[in-house]
């Protein structure tokens, strides 16, 4: 990034008091799907110079000369100063930030390619929820190993349906990376101009919980429409919610992550908002699987890109479950109806009857009396509320 002193502001500072302004951060998004245009459009609603680059050239074409993206959010108009390309290199010219916008299965390759002209400053963020096909790594895992070594990298996560993002409507995102003072200044920076787009942007340490969370709502989500199509009742997809939860919990911290993470919008709040909502399409992909069995042949193909990444988080999850072995029990589900192994009813049936880890006090010995915040039965257990950002981590 550069300083720049703005001529026409500093003319009117005296001397001794003027000092470098910075230029706006420059976005380029990488990947123009309905999720990748909308986090553009948010970016050039904030005031930030944005490039989108797309592997069609049609669509960055439409883009540039319609001010639309007809193929994944028609009718949508897009904010003016958008530029759009399928020029790699033109794209990422002088980023401060790159948003990789693309499927998990393409994050790998295209990172590979990026990073070839990838500014080495550049915060490269992952927006993709879920693990590689084939590796089970986590997206910030597949960034480090395909950037540059020391480039910083994190996750850009949290409840947000594109056709709301791109029309300004409220939401509130997550930003996971771990602590380095240059680019925890480009994110404090870019949460303040974000806010000029309705977008508030909370900053976590805790890449791996916020990667989790991501990574299991879709295959939640798809279990829970699974049990509205089975008529189980608003109690079953509360109880499916929760079980999803535990499972979240659970391998965020056999990742090495921090469980209250958890409680953050990428957690709770993309859960509540892809398990709750029928505009989720992992929602009517679940809501299919569980009406009939004929639609599980074809499901992972699904009509859009999220559905593929719904089914194919349950997949990948498998890899995660064996190497840390875990056995999680909502993607364990949702793999097994795919496969065609088990119905729909009968996978739900086992989710809802699995109990959960029990949490009662262990008995108090004769003679000994316990006292809060004393005792083996608190040990670790204790609700902890996190500290501040990147100046405190709660022990573990």
């Known amino acids: ?84 390309s399928d020029d790699l290199e033109w794209v990422l010219q002088g980023a401060d930030v790159v948003l990789f916008a693309v499927p998990c299965a393409a994050l790998r390759e295209v990172a590979e390619v990026a990073a070839t002209v990838l500014p080495r400053h550049a915060l490269a963020l992952a927006t993709c929820k879920g693990v590689e096909p084939g590796s089970g790594q986590l997206m910030t895992q597949v960034l480090r190993e395909a950037c540059a070594k020391g480039q910083p990298v994190g996750m850009l996560a949290g409840p947000s349906f594109a056709d709301e993002v791109v029309r300004g409507l409220p939401t ?30 909370e900053l976590c340490d805790d890449e791996i919980g916020v990667q989790v969370a991501g990574a299991l709502k879709n295959p939640v989500a798809i279990a829970c429409g699974m049990a509205s199509a089975q008529g189980l009742g608003e109690n079953a997809r509360a109880a499916i919610v929760a079980r999803g939860l535990e499972d979240m919990r659970r391998l965020t911290v056999a990742l090495g992550g921090r469980g209250e993470t958890l409680f953050r919008s990428s957690g709770v709040g993309d859960l509540f908002l892809t398990a709750s909502s029928s505009h989720s399409r992992n929602t009517r992909l679940g809501m299919r699987l569980g009406a009939s069995a004929e639609h599980r042949a074809g499901a992972q193909a699904g009509d859009g890109g999220e559905l593929t990444e719904g089914a194919s988080a349950s997949q990948a999850l498998a890899l995660l479950e064996r190497r840390l072995q875990l056995e999680l029990q909502v993607p364990r589900a949702v793999r097994d109806v795919l496969s065609g192994r088990c119905s729909a009813g ?16 262990s008995p108090v010995r004769t003679g000994v009396h316990a006292s809060p915040g004393h005792g083996a039965a608190h040990d670790g257990g204790a609700v902890r509320v996190p500290g501040v950002v990147w100046n405190h981590r709660a022990v573990q």
Do not use: K, Y
């Open 346 to 361: 009968r996978a739900l049936q086992r989710v809802l009857e699995q109990p959960l880890e029990e949490t009662l006090p």
């Open 1 to 84: 990034m550069h300083a720049r002193n703005r001529g026409e502001f500093a003319a009117h500072v005296p001397h001794a008091a003027r000092a470098p302004v910075r230029e706006p951060l420059e976005l380029a998004v990488l990947g123009a799907g309905s999720w990748g245009t909308a986090l553009a459009a948010a970016s050039r609603r904030a005031g930030l110079p944005t490039r989108l680059w797309s592997r069609r050239p049609d669509v960055a074409h439409a883009i540039r000369t319609t001010g639309c993206n007809p193929r994944h959010l028609p009718g949508i108009e897009l904010p003016e100063g958008l530029q759009a």
């Open 172 to 201: 509130r995102l997550t930003l996971g990376m771990c602590a380095h003072p240059a680019a925890v200044a480009v994110a404090r920076e870019l949460a303040g101009a974000l806010r000029g787009a309705a977008i508030e942007l």
